[in-house]
T-cell receptor
């Protein structure tokens, strides 16, 4: 059974600081996704990571994937208030199958 | 722009009534769509996989007679919550997969159901 663990589950950080969210998964998968969810809203796709060593960056967010360690990271650089949201990682077994989500990391960026 | 739409975006109903939620694929045909449920401050949990022209596949613990899924066309899947009760109050989100974009799943805007 595919399981996904995120940590931390809650993160309060000051503006301008850096931090990393971790996502571990239990079985082999070469496809990992990061999503953002704002309160009361649905999920917004951030990154799709397809291969070992993949690194993608968008603004202050950078995601990486290590398939051998079954680990993905979401790094936040110089956080700003607008990044406050819940971030989910999700993994699939293969192709057109449903996602298995981590529990989410609730990020709060404070001045 | 949005590739998946849901209707309604929110609904309040009395206990015992049934509620239908529509999920539409706006840009291409989707033979498979997924229905998730999210309780407050929790993650998304898969309820069922909706297959066009055939029966839905339900996850363990999800009552198929209570949560009726119909995928009658290639762009529309519906979820009907029958005889809703307060414990069914949740955020229901559908999604579809884009095989042209590394099987990225795109989510609808969600439907917030409140059962009084």
């Amino acid at each position: 059974e595919l399981k996904v663990e995120q940590n931390p589950l809650f993160l309060s950080m000051q503006e301008g600081k850096n931090y990393t969210i971790y996502c571990n998964y239990s079985t082999t998968s070469d496809r990992l996704y990061w999503y953002r969810q704002d309160p009361g809203k649905s999920l917004e796709s951030l990154f799709v990571l397809l291969s070992n060593g993949a690194v993608k960056q968008e603004g202050r967010l950078m995601a990486s994937l290590d398939t051998k360690a079954r680990l993905s990271t979401l790094h936040i650089t110089a956080a700003v208030h607008d990044l406050s949201a819940t971030y989910f990682c999700a993994v699939v077994n293969s192709g057109n199958t449903p996602l298995v989500f981590g529990k989410g990391t609730r990020l709060s960026v404070i001045a | 722009g949005a590739v998946v739409s849901q209707h309604p975006s929110w609904v309040i109903c009395k206990s015992g009534t049934s509620v239908k939620i529509e999920c539409r694929s706006l840009d291409f045909q989707a033979t498979t769509m997924f229905w998730y449920r999210q309780f407050p401050k929790q993650s998304l949990m898969l309820m069922a996989t909706s297959n066009e022209g055939s029966k839905a596949t339900y996850e363990q613990g999800v009552e198929k007679d209570k949560f009726l899924i119909n995928h009658a066309s290639l762009t529309l899947s519906t979820l009907t919550v029958t005889s809703a009760h307060p414990e069914d109050s949740s955020f229901y989100i559908c999604s579809k997969t884009d095989s042209q974009r590394a099987d990225t799943q795109y989510f609808g805007p969600g439907t917030r159901l409140t059962v009084l």
